[in-house]
């Protein structure tokens, strides 16, 4: 149980666009407005490893990954979309509020093609959820001045899509890539409320004696649309270590004037990760990788309904363990993610990770299943399947 | 000023690690190039050129530089084999050269480089069985044994993967019908033998067949060949020892009527499988009737009645109907007669390798071997089988080194160079190194 402070208020019946413009505000929603992790492999490592990674993600979490392709890729990704449910209680102004995670539906969340294109280089098209919350408020007698608020549902739904062609080019020695792109965000947001309201005659705490006023309801939706740019770098030190460090710009968002004050800006990210693989194991054949990636959110709008601060700060790191069986490898993952809270009415959470997958050596298919326990609550689970075609 | 200086020298710097190339991957390159071409020398000189650039073969998949989080392998994951890709492409060179000081030259220097891998612990089958015929290729049967031997004792020990890209997809068909494969990551499972079980034997294969055919009886006096029967024995013996068919594969008609034939025959064909090997040899009294080639049976009284004889064609046919390999050797006198002469006919459809034991209006000869008389045609056959000492004959390569052999090119001995020259195998819709 926690308390919110409101950042607008509602005071007469008539302002129910006023309404909607605080009612976001009041839940505790894990943020991963921003922040989400579009599954796979990398959700299993406490997604540590996006940054210096080489596969069709890498269009949208580091486009430098894409120089290394060396085979045209495709992949897959299905994923639940994580929701919350918030229950509201005693007053409509300054809530008490518990929210707790549930898995909520499963969808597409990633699909990516790489083709090589000769001299170390590649391109990618990648369409990834970049962020996404969905949040399910109940309450009744929550007080409001004067008036009394009844079986108050809200559904607040924000998911933002990223669709990404990059480029990226290695260095004839693999030692180093680079890689840029553009991103083409789309932004749904649906707001849906209602309620019955009733004036308490001055007695908040008795509610026998309140008088039915009407019924209220809001249904707004829309999509917005902006672009951006991504950019990165990758380093490769020696055979076993690589650095990556990539930026995304935020990105305006226009259009969808019904929803125009939810969200006006996604966030830019600026992410750093580092792996190493350890050629060690139960067989001389089997190898580990760890990973550890920084994740900076920044150039959020926090005039927004969905508020975002100047900044949030999210970090994953894993293991993957490859082991040998027959001729294929069949990687063992563990891993860890915290994403801080990024605006009000957000709260931070994390997620102990963990996975498998098969790769085998001839085939040109691979497939990761790989799961999240979530400290707010509900289990992520995802399963990622690609495909490489021969040159 | 300095600046700028240095940015430029940086920008040249970055710019060339960007733009130099991985030379070993990209002379491997070349060579699978050329061996998708069929330009075997080249290939040999690109594989050549990996190894000076990187010499050891590795059966494991090659890891690339690149991402630590990524299993990023060159060539999906594929064997580096360009010791192996240049003795196989030398090979396959050499049976291709017509010359043959060139030829033996090419094969030798193609035998050390695969026993250089065998010394290095590089022991696959497709090195074994391409090791095997290279020494069949130069006659050294001392050498083929002592193979033999070493291949039987590795036994399915042999693990070493090589870059089945490299060889050609007939090869590849041949070895994988031993049960292994050649695939592109050259995995060897249930291995059969490639080049023999033990020294001595050759491993039987059960889709080969043979019907052996000699008739020293006959009526037709002037055209009898008297060691006939005793050559199908013979010959019988080489191809169990020394070529692979399994003795109930064999079916073995002497001094037979043209009926007697006919049903041996049609009772082989109806039993054979689907697309199966035929070697089928006849010796004995044949004859050309109106451009058609009959086989005389020992009641055939006339050089002209057709009705106690079996129309070669109709033989054909009753393999032609299970989509067999047909390899056809005769042992005929070919006399001229008004223009015509056996073996004149030459099959237009099924797939057919077809020899002569002499040329047109020629006789067949004998050679004395422990006592007894053996047509010069099937000794050769029989001691050029016993060179290879394979389950895999390649046929003109076969033929070729028959037609040396008569000649004289086995240690000189028979001297039928000068008496007798047989034809080289006349194919019809096999390519020439189908193998019997």
Redesign the interface.
């Known amino acids: 149980m926690e308390n919110q402070t409101f950042r607008s208020a509602r005071r007469t019946l008539a302002l129910a666009s006023v309404a909607v413009m605080s009612m976001t505000a009041h839940a505790q929603i894990p943020d991963l407005l921003a922040a989400f992790d579009a599954g796979g492999r990398s959700l299993g490592l406490g997604s540590s ?1 996006g940054a ?4 069709p993600n890498s269009a949208i979490n580091n486009p430098a ?1 894409l120089g ?1 392709a ?2 045209p890729t495709f992949s897959i990704t299905f994923r639940n979309l994580t929701e919350s449910r918030s229950v509201w209680s005693r007053s409509f102004v300054n809530p008490d509020v518990t929210t707790d995670s549930v898995s909520g539906n499963r969808s597409l969340s990633q699909v990516g093609f790489t083709r090589p294109l000769g001299n ?1 280089s590649s391109i990618g098209l990648n369409y990834s959820i970049g962020g996404f919350i969905k949040d399910q408020i109940t309450g009744t007698n929550l007080v409001d001045g004067e008036t009394i608020l009844r079986n108050y549902q809200e559904e607040i739904r924000a998911k933002s899509d990223l669709f990404t062609l990059a480029w990226g ?8 890539s680079f890689g840029v792109g553009l991103v083409l965000a789309t932004h749904n947001t649906r707001n849906l409320q209602q309620y019955q309201l009733f004036d308490n005659n001055g007695t908040p705490t008795d509610l026998n004696d309140d008088t039915f006023l009407s019924n209220e309801s809001l249904n707004n939706s829309g999509q917005r649309i902006g672009f951006g740019a991504v950019a990165g770098l ?1 380093f ?1 030190p020696s ?4 650095f ?1 460090v990539s930026v995304r710009t935020p990105i305006q968002l226009s259009g969808g004037t019904e929803v125009s004050d939810y969200y006006g800006r996604i966030p830019g990210k600026a992410s750093a990760g580092l ?3 350890l050629n060690k194991g139960l067989k001389s054949s089997d190898f580990i ?1 760890v ?1 550890a990636q920084a994740d900076f959110f920044f150039g959020g709008d926090e005039d927004d309904i969905l508020s975002r601060d100047s900044s949030q700060l999210a970090f994953g790191f894993g293991a993957e363990y ?1 082991y040998r069986f027959r ?1 294929a ?1 069949i990687p063992l993952r563990i891993g860890f993610r915290n994403v801080g809270k990024g605006g009000a009415g957000f709260q931070s959470t994390s997620a102990l990770t963990f996975g498998l997958g098969y ?1 085998p ?2 085939g040109s298919f691979g497939f990761d299943l790989d799961f999240g326990s979530n400290s707010r609550g509900g289990t992520d689970m995802s399963l990622s399947l690609s495909y ?1 075609f ?1 040159n | 000023m300095k600046s700028s200086r240095t940015i430029l020298v940086l920008l040249a710097v ?1 710019a060339a ?6 030379a070993w991957s990209d002379a491997y390159s070349d060579g699978l190039r050329s061996v998708r071409d069929g330009n075997w020398m080249e290939a040999r000189a690109n594989f050549q050129k990996a190894i000076s650039l990187r010499g050891e073969d590795q059966a494991t ?1 090659t ?10 392998v060159w060539k ?2 594929s064997a580096y084999s360009p010791n192996f890709g240049a003795a196989y492409t030398g090979y396959k060179a050499a049976i291709a050269n017509t010359n043959d000081s060139e030829r033996t030259t090419l094969m030798r220097a193609v035998a050390d480089e695969f026993e250089a891998t065998l010394i290095k612990g590089q022991g696959s089958r497709e090195t074994y069985f391409f090791l095997a015929q290279a020494y069949a290729n130069l006659r050294d049967v001392a050498k083929q044994r002592d193979l033999e031997a070493r291949f039987a004792q590795a036994g399915n020990t042999l693990k070493w993967k090589v870059d089945g890209d490299i060889i050609a997809p007939e090869d590849r068909a041949t070895l994988e019908s031993f049960g292994g494969t050649a ?3 050259s ?1 060897i499972t249930n291995a059969g033998s490639p080049i023999g079980a033990a020294p001595g034997t050759i491993a039987p294969i059960a889709e080969k067949f043979a019907l052996l055919i000699g008739n020293t009886e006959t009526r037709l006096e002037a055209l009898k060949v008297p060691y006939a029967a005793t050559d199908v024995m013979f010959l019988r013996e080489k191809l169990v020892t020394f070529a692979g068919y399994q003795e109930g594969n064999m079916d073995v008609v002497t001094n037979g009527t043209a009926a007697q034939i006919r049903t041996t025959a049609q009772a082989l064909a109806d039993r054979v499988p689907v697309g199966s090997t035929i070697f089928l040899y006849f010796s004995g009294v044949g004859a050309n009737l109106d451009g058609k080639d009959f086989l005389a049976g020992i009641d055939t009284s006339s050089g002209t009645d057709s009705a106690s004889m079996l129309g070669k064609s109709d033989l054909y046919k009753m393999f032609m109907a299970k989509g067999c390999k047909i390899f056809a050797f005769f042992q005929v006198n070919r006399p001229i007669a008004a223009g015509r002469y056996f073996g004149m006919e030459t099959p237009m459809v099924g797939a057919i390798a077809q020899t002569q034991a002499t040329l047109p209006n020629e006789k067949v000869n004998s050679i004395v071997r422990n006592g007894a008389p053996v047509g010069l045609f099937t000794d050769a056959l029989g001691g050029v089988l016993g060179e290879f000492r394979s389950n895999q004959v390649p046929i003109m390569e076969f033929g070729w080194r028959t037609f040396n052999w008569m000649r004289g090119g086995r240690n000189g001995d028979s001297g039928a160079g000068s008496i007798q020259t047989m034809t080289l195998p006349v194919i019809v819709n096999m390519k020439e190194d189908e193998r019997f």
């Open positions: 490893i210096t990674s080489s596969n990954g290394y060396n085979r170390n080019k290695a260095s004839a020695d693999y030692r180093q990758q490769n055979a076993d270590t690589t990556g792996a190493k693989r990788i990973g490859n001729d490898y790769n050596d001839a490489r021969k | 970055v690690s960007f733009s130099m190339a991985q998949p890891r690339l530089p690149g991402p630590a989080t990524e299993q990023r999906n994951g695939s592109n990551n995995t």
